[in-house]
């Protein structure tokens, strides 16, 4: 199945791509897709990264909504999902 | 590229949703770029990145749960993103009910879940040339 991603932030920058889609295995979770873009890009990352997940203060989004941490191992993707990384949020400026 | 708000004319429109008598307060919160960064250098510039998506949801739900918390009749956020020059404002939030200490508490929530909630990225550039994605509200 096809995954898409997007990417922003210093990510969208050290991958110099705003976007990449995915063909993902039919039983793949969100976990499965942390895992994928790890072991093709962790090394452009870094930081991104802390032992085998993402950085306490990284999110993830499927679909626009965040996804809380817990759920990420159960959470099965379906065909056509968005999956976003997020990198820590700084919305605010005052 | 960067979007651009008229506050006058988004003042006015604010007022007008809640002109029927049952407001007595509209506060308006404006945040602008300012020189004092993260960095050791002045800032220059600031880049405003959003998943429009995520955002999108996040302020809805926002002003919706804010709007309910504090019993107000109206709680809007409008953040901009593109590159923004000192003193330029990146996000205007708006809040209006019938008297000003829930008027006031309720503009400060929604300013302070505006800062953690949407998928809104700040980059600082720098006098120097350097620049820095920003983490944390």
């Given amino acids: ?94 | 590229m960067k979007d651009e708000l008229d506050l006058g004319s988004l003042m006015k429109d604010v007022l007008g949703l809640v002109s029927d008598g049952s407001c007595g307060a509209c506060a308006f919160f404006v945040g602008v770029v300012k020189k004092r960064g993260r960095g050791p250098v002045d800032v220059e510039m600031l880049l405003m990145e959003s998943y429009r998506e995520h955002a999108d949801k996040a302020l809805n739900r926002i002003c919706e749960e804010v709007r309910a918390e504090y019993g107000l009749a109206f709680v809007g956020v409008w953040h901009l993103v593109g590159e923004f020059k000192l003193g330029e404002p990146v996000v205007v939030v708006a809040a209006a009910g019938e008297g000003r200490e829930e008027v006031f508490a309720g503009l400060r929530r929604a300013v302070e879940r505006y800062k953690r909630e949407p998928a809104l990225f700040k980059k600082e550039v720098y006098v120097d040339g350097s620049s820095s994605w920003i983490e944390g509200a």
């Fill in chain 1, 1 to 94: 199945m096809r995954i898409s991603t997007k990417y922003f932030a210093f990510i969208r920058e050290r991958l110099g791509r705003g976007s990449e889609v995915f063909e993902m295995d039919e039983s793949s979770t969100v976990e499965d897709f942390i895992q994928l873009v790890r072991q093709l890009y962790g090394d452009k990352l870094k930081e991104a990264f802390e032992g085998s997940s993402l950085r306490p203060g990284y999110a993830l989004a499927v679909n626009g909504e965040t996804l809380d941490r817990l759920l990420w191992k159960t959470t099965p993707l379906k065909e056509g999902d968005v999956v976003v990384i997020l990198p820590p949020i700084a919305g605010g400026i005052t």
